[in-house]
């Protein structure tokens, strides 16, 4: 019986160390216990996933947004362009989905081309419309005159660097016949205290470069000057040095004005004051006008 016994344990030890569940993959080909909860097919590859929000008309200096959702993409560079040209570039850290915010703002105006790229792949592609700064409204028939003895002016906030080539004003002539030398004088002037203050930019044409009708003239800068964030005033005066002391050459600036509403803090005018023999306008000081009223005045790009 004793060595039954014995006989029986050693069968034991020998299939105890032999059976059971077993997967190949020891050292020179043994085998190796499975440990329960750990084999199985791998987790699925996480695969990138984008979306990308509408982008809305934009308007020169002013921030745009375009919103990307993403999902699996940690690591990932979206590089956004404006024109071919990169404008903005985000990381993406995580493969959790998540919203990134791509900010970045126009340098020119017209219609654009805006697309977000990955590793070479194009992702996103829209055609973007871009505004002028100012106030582009030609509504009603509300206009203020410009002479050598008044002038107008209108604040522009420019909310990110640009180089503004043009100045566009919505005006008409008054008479047909204008003096000899008169020009129109259009201003780009920095802020002070609320007033227009020193010179940046300025360019001059002739009187009769306007029309008996109302139309857009454009005032382009030989040397356009670049302008960082902050606000600029726009200022439109007339230079006359015949017969200044007869007759006053003036333009008419087209605007779009309430009578009953207050006078806002971003239009301004000067009367200069006159002497009455030799005809010759002294600067006075800048002045709100009597109503809210917005001119037809744009900064642009050609």
């Known amino acids: 019986m004793r060595n039954v016994i014995i006989l029986l344990l050693v069968a034991a030890l020998i299939f105890g160390c032999t059976g059971g569940n077993q997967t190949q993959g020891g050292k020179n080909g043994s085998t190796i216990p499975q440990i329960p909860g750990t084999g199985g097919t791998p987790a699925e590859a996480c695969t990138p996933s984008y979306s990308f929000s509408e982008l809305q008309a934009g308007t020169l200096s002013e921030t745009a947004k375009v919103v990307a959702t993403v999902t699996c993409a940690d690591g990932k560079a979206l590089s956004l362009k404006v024109d071919g040209t990169e404008a903005e570039s985000v990381t993406v850290s995580g493969n959790a989905t998540q919203p990134l915010n791509i900010e970045f703002y126009p340098k020119k105006v017209g219609t654009l081309k805006v697309t977000i790229e990955s590793g070479g792949e194009t992702l996103y592609s829209r055609d973007w419309s871009v505004n002028a700064l100012g106030s582009e409204d030609t509504s009603g028939l509300d206009y203020d005159g410009a002479s050598f003895k008044e002038w107008r002016a209108m604040a522009m906030d420019v909310q990110n660097p640009i180089t503004p080539d043009r100045v566009k004003v919505y005006m008409k002539r008054i008479a047909a016949k204008s003096q000899k030398g008169t020009q129109i004088v259009v201003d780009i002037r920095k802020d002070d205290s609320g007033n227009p203050g020193d010179i940046v930019a300025s360019v001059k044409r002739p009187i009769n470069a306007t029309t008996m009708t ?56 000067m009367l200069l004051d006159v002497d009455m023999v030799s005809g010759v306008a002294s600067e006075s000081s800048w002045q709100p006008l009597s109503y809210d009223r917005t001119y037809s005045i744009v900064l642009t790009k050609k």
Do not use: C, M
Not at 240 to 248: A, F, P, T
Not at 256 to 266: K, M
């Open 214 to 269: 109302d139309n857009w003239i454009n005032f382009d800068f030989d040397s356009p000057s670049a302008l960082s964030a902050g606000k600029y005033w726009v200022v439109v005066r007339i230079e006359q040095s015949e017969n200044v002391n007869l007759v006053s050459d003036v333009v008419n600036v087209h605007y779009v004005g309430d009578r009953l509403s207050d006078p806002n803090t971003y239009t301004r005018q």
